[in-house]
């Protein structure tokens, strides 16, 4: 992270198949795979629900302060629209982390748009995964090991079928 995090330009995608799947590295990565997913979603002409679950270290969300403004823009956006979010709460263990989470959500909360829901038991706090999905459009799917965000990868799907299989999850 640092300095060079605010000048960073989108990193490749390497495509997967035939079906329009993408996979991503690392932080910068997961950053250019959640900007392609919701561009992808601004360019659809009817509204959908958009389910969010991640119990990953939010420094990949954070680390940028450009990219956190012009993701909190984006779902904006998709709220004027009409689009909806369920999303499943982590168990937050510090204050930094809800202040964060608080300041990252609350634009979303105003707009009436947004369902949160609480899952009150850890995994195992080893294994961590975000999962971004609109079912039967797109999907988004990253894991991490441990606090180890930086060598993490990321999977875009566009696919319907894997979307509407990774929805399945919620």
């Known amino acids: 992270a640092g300095a060079g995090a605010e000048q960073e330009s989108v990193c490749p995608a390497k495509a997967t198949g035939k079906f329009q799947s993408y996979a991503y590295f690392g932080n910068c990565g997961k950053r250019s795979a959640l900007s392609r997913f919701l561009a992808h979603l601004l360019a659809l002409s009817e509204p959908c629900c958009i389910y969010i679950a991640c119990d990953e270290d939010s420094s990949w969300l954070t680390e940028s302060s450009a990219f956190t403004a012009e993701i909190q823009e984006c779902i904006i956006q998709l709220c004027n629209r009409g689009f909806t979010l369920r999303r499943i709460a982590p168990i937050i263990y510090d204050t930094s982390d809800a202040v ?61 079928q894997i979307a509407s299989a990774v929805a399945q999850y919620f």
């Open 100 to 160: 964060d989470s608080f300041v990252r959500w609350m634009p979303v909360y105003v707009y009436g748009k947004i369902q949160s829901f609480y899952y009150p038991r850890t995994r195992d706090n080893v294994f961590h995964r975000t999962i971004v999905v609109a079912p039967g459009i797109a999907a988004l799917t990253a894991d991490s090991v441990g606090y180890r965000n930086e060598g993490g990868m990321c999977l875009l799907h566009f696919d319907p």
